[in-house]
């Protein structure tokens, strides 16, 4: 019975690693940090662009952090925090008649974008929480101030050669944006941006891969085994003649 009990276990944490949804923005259903791009450069049409991702990515149901940033980047949610946690974000990026609402970090932003810095932040957010695999992703116009070319692509080239998998939405992006990201990331770590749902229904054919969940399988095996065995071979209780319940 012991044995049954830890094959239990087993497949209990077995299935906890087992990944639950998957789309473009957010691939192999792993968790991580989005990035998003709110200095100046960002066009007004974009940000429904924006909305529509995050839309998409609160649909997906993964728990994920949150950064934003312009010449500086903040931390504004942790790793793990359930998607649903985005949603209040959304009215931020709606047009309301030809505007956009204020913008509530705007205040802390100068000019000029810094986009090595919100890497380096959701990258360091990811180290210290421990998550592993996660995925970043950074939507922008891929404009960065010309001194920080260097420092991106060193902080690119790390997130590549690490466990992270990153997704780039290029907002409205150059081709030199593209070509400096697509060189460094490769050219399929684009996902074009998706305009906001404005209520209706939409299906989106998503190619879902995932390893065979073998260790579950095997372990969900060996326990109908060892309950079989048990009660094929374990003692019955031994009860004394007579014993039982008498009618009264």
Same mark, same amino acid.
């Given at each position: ?98 505007e956009l609402p204020p913008n509530p970090w705007l205040p802390s932003f100068q000019a000029g974008t810094q986009i090595s810095s919100a890497l380096e932040l959701a990258q360091g957010m990811l180290?210290?929480?421990? #998550? =592993?695999?996660?995925?970043? &992703?950074?939507?922008?116009? !891929? ?5 920080? +070319?260097? %420092? *991106? ?52 054919? #998503? =190619?879902?891969?995932?390893? &065979?969940?073998?260790?579950? !399988? ?5 326990? +109908?085994? %060892? *309950? ?21």
């Amino acid at each position: 019975m012991l044995v049954a009990c830890g094959l239990v276990a087993t497949a209990f944490l077995s299935a906890r690693d087992l990944e639950a949804r998957s789309n473009e923005f957010v691939p192999g259903g792993r968790s991580g940090v989005v990035v998003i791009d709110v200095s100046l450069s960002i066009l007004d049409t974009d940000y429904a662009r924006v909305r529509g991702v995050l839309e998409r990515v609160i649909a997906a149901g993964n728990p994920m952090g949150l950064v934003v940033f312009s010449d500086a980047a903040y931390e504004l949610m942790p790793p793990r925090t359930p998607s649903t946690e985005l949603r209040p974000l959304l009215r931020f990026f709606k047009l309301a008649g030809d505007e956009l609402p204020p913008n509530p970090w705007l205040p802390s932003f100068q000019a000029g974008t810094q986009i090595s810095s919100a890497l380096e932040l959701a990258q360091g957010m990811l180290e210290r929480d421990k #998550v =592993s695999p996660a995925s970043i &992703l950074l939507i922008s116009d !891929l404009e960065t101030a010309p001194s920080d +070319f260097s %420092a *991106l692509g060193q902080v690119l080239s790390r997130i590549k050669q690490s466990s992270t998998t990153m997704r780039v939405v290029p907002l409205s992006a150059t081709s030199d944006g593209r070509t400096f990201f697509g060189g460094i990331l490769g050219f399929d770590a684009f996902v074009e941006p998706v305009e906001p749902n404005a209520g209706e229904t939409r299906t989106i054919e #998503v =190619s879902l891969k995932g390893e &065979l969940p073998l260790l579950l !399988l095997l372990s969900s095996a060996f326990m +109908f085994v %060892a *309950l079989a065995a048990h009660e094929r071979f374990a003692g019955r209780l031994a009860l004394p003649a007579g014993a039982g319940w008498r009618r009264t």
